[in-house]
């Protein structure tokens, strides 16, 4: 396996999703709403950036792998 810039990105998007959930259930916890539109507003766009951060890079990785330029 070589350490690629694709790697990074596979490891932040990750790093993002886990943010997203960490910040939902920290600021409900902390402050009681587990249903306020801005906390579901902040947090689904970070989870989606995520998400396709991480299937981005994956997409990536395997061109990388197969080798298809």
């Given at each position: 396996?070589?350490?690629?810039?694709?790697?990074?990105?596979q490891f932040l998007?990750?790093?993002?999703?886990?943010?997203?959930?960490?910040f939902?259930?920290?600021?409900?916890?902390?402050y009681g709403d587990w249903y306020?539109?801005?906390?579901?507003?902040v947090s689904v766009i970070l989870i989606l950036f995520g998400v396709l951060g991480m299937l981005l890079s994956?997409?990536?990785?395997?061109?990388e792998e197969s080798g298809v330029a």
């Open positions: 396996m070589k350490f690629t810039a694709n790697y990074v990105m998007s990750f790093a993002l999703l886990l943010g997203a959930v960490a939902y259930v920290g600021w409900s916890i902390a306020d539109i801005g906390l579901y507003s994956h997409y990536k990785i395997k061109q």
